[in-house]
């Protein structure tokens, strides 16, 4: 699939999540959850299920509900605690400028602070990069890491995609006329509203040319699966390049499938996932 396309596809399937449609009969990220405050900042964050603690990291421009599709199940087996990033749904925004390591460092508190002894962590996009960070970070708290369709650097992803998001998801007039839903769920959700700061903050993060170095791939320890979708946004070579990295990882690659794995493959990347962190 052509890169442009991908990002096309993209932008579709974020419109159907947060059209008021596409919710399962639970409202995933509208329940009541509980709030932690984190360096200052209220960090939204809900729990299902019981056993080992699962801890579910969504992407950007999303909230909770990205995982609407793996919740119920997942939930049979662990704990599963999700929150949303700063920034997005519930949760504030920071004082500090939005980056990858301050939302693993944010993630990591909020760790400490629920007094987790270890989690399995399941990571998409965004989550997955903030994954691979607290891998490297906290290896006496993350027992494994799923991480789908990461990158750790901007140019993991076809300039194309870059170059179509300039004109669409980076642009707010474009966000303003076609993305009316986002907004909506945007402000429906935010304790402050201000979708544009997102839209102006997001974009630095994600271009930057380097979020961390090769370097921290090479030393994380613990077991990682790394997934894509074979029509993922982020590139096939980037994707083996930091399975290549990673010492205890495996790849998995899912057919027929875009950037959004657990919204395409929910079955799937459910049973995939029980099986990794049960060792199999």
């Not at 159907?16 to 200052?40: D, E, H, M, P």
């Not at 006329?177 to 986002?182: E, L």
Request: with cysteine.
């Amino acid at each position: 699939m052509q890169p442009y396309l991908k990002l096309k596809l993209f932008l579709f399937t974020l419109c159907l999540v947060f059209s008021s449609g596409a919710y399962s009969q639970i409202n995933y990220g509208s329940n009541n959850g509980k709030y932690l405050t984190i360096r200052g900042t209220k960090i939204y964050y809900e729990e299902y299920g019981e056993g080992t603690p699962l801890l579910l990291f969504h992407g950007g421009f999303g909230n909770i509900a990205d995982f609407q599709k793996c919740i119920p199940e997942l939930s049979k087996k662990f704990r599963v605690i999700i929150p949303d990033s700063p920034g997005l749904g519930r949760s504030e925004f920071p004082d500090q400028a939005l980056s990858y390591q301050l939302m693993s460092d944010y993630y990591s508190i909020l760790i400490d602070q629920l007094k987790l002894d270890s989690a399995y962590i399941i990571g998409w996009s965004d989550g997955g990069i903030t994954g691979l960070i607290l891998a490297h970070d906290r290896p006496d708290k993350i027992k494994r890491l799923l991480a789908s369709g990461a990158n750790y650097k901007s140019s993991g992803i076809n300039q194309e995609v870059w170059d179509g998001a300039l004109q669409t998801v980076f642009n707010p007039d474009w966000i303003q006329a076609n993305w009316k839903d986002w907004i909506g769920n945007y402000k429906r959700l935010s304790p402050h509203g201000d979708w544009k700061r997102y839209v102006s903050e997001a974009p630095k993060m994600w271009l930057a040319k380097e979020y961390f170095p090769i370097s921290e791939l090479q030393s994380i320890s613990i077991p990682v699966l790394v997934v894509m979708g074979d029509n993922d946004m982020v590139t096939f070579d980037h994707t083996i390049e930091i399975k290549s990295a990673i010492k205890n990882s495996q790849l998995c690659i899912l057919p027929n499938t875009s950037h959004e794995v657990f919204n395409d493959k929910s079955e799937l990347i459910n049973k995939i996932a029980t099986d990794f962190f049960a060792g199999k």
